[in-house]
C-alpha cells in the first residue's frame, strides 16, 4: 500500500541545475509529445507514463537494466535493443541535452 501511494504522487521537482535542463529539454523537446510525467505540463499517454522511471528496474519491458548508461543509449538508438517499438531514436541530439535529459529522468523517483 505505501508503494502503491508512493507510485500515485506527482514527479518531484528537479534537484539540480542539470536537471532542471532536462526536465526543461523533457518539456520543450519531443519527449512531452509522447510521455506523461505527473505534475508537469507533459500528459500524453502515447508511450509510458515516467512519472517514477527511476524506481523501476528495467527499461523497455524488461529489455535493458534500468541504468544511467542504458537509459542514455536507449534514447539515442531505443531500435537497437528493441527493433519496431514506437519510440524514435535520438541520435542526432547533442550531448549536453542528453547528459541533462538522464540526469532529470534519474531523479524521477
Same mark, same amino acid.
Given at each position: 500500500?505505501?508503494?502503491?501511494?508512493?507510485? +500515485?504522487?506527482?514527479?518531484? !521537482?528537479?534537484?539540480?541545475?542539470? !536537471?532542471?535542463?532536462?526536465?526543461?529539454? *523533457?518539456?520543450?523537446?519531443?519527449?512531452?509529445?509522447?510521455?506523461? #510525467?505527473?505534475?508537469? =505540463?507533459?500528459? +500524453?499517454?502515447?508511450?509510458?507514463?515516467?512519472?517514477?522511471?527511476?524506481?523501476?528496474?528495467?527499461?523497455?519491458?524488461?529489455? #535493458?537494466?534500468?541504468?544511467? =548508461?542504458?537509459?542514455?543509449?536507449?534514447?539515442?538508438? =531505443?531500435?537497437?535493443?528493441?527493433?519496431?517499438?514506437?519510440?524514435? =531514436? *535520438?541520435?542526432?541530439?547533442?550531448?549536453?541535452?542528453?547528459?541533462?535529459?538522464? !540526469?532529470?529522468?534519474?531523479?524521477?523517483?
Amino acid at each position: 500500500r505505501q508503494w502503491l501511494a508512493g507510485q +500515485s504522487r506527482p514527479a518531484a !521537482a528537479p534537484k539540480g541545475a542539470l !536537471a532542471s535542463a532536462g526536465r526543461d529539454a *523533457f518539456m520543450t523537446g519531443a519527449c512531452a509529445d509522447c510521455h506523461q #510525467i505527473r505534475g508537469t =505540463s507533459a500528459t +500524453s499517454q502515447v508511450g509510458p507514463d515516467l512519472t517514477h522511471v527511476a524506481d523501476r528496474q528495467t527499461l523497455a519491458a524488461l529489455t #535493458i537494466p534500468n541504468t544511467p =548508461s542504458y537509459l542514455r543509449d536507449w534514447i539515442r538508438d =531505443s531500435q537497437r535493443f528493441k527493433p519496431g517499438n514506437l519510440m524514435p =531514436s *535520438f541520435g542526432g541530439l547533442p550531448e549536453q541535452e542528453l547528459h541533462e535529459l538522464v !540526469a532529470y529522468l534519474e531523479e524521477l523517483r
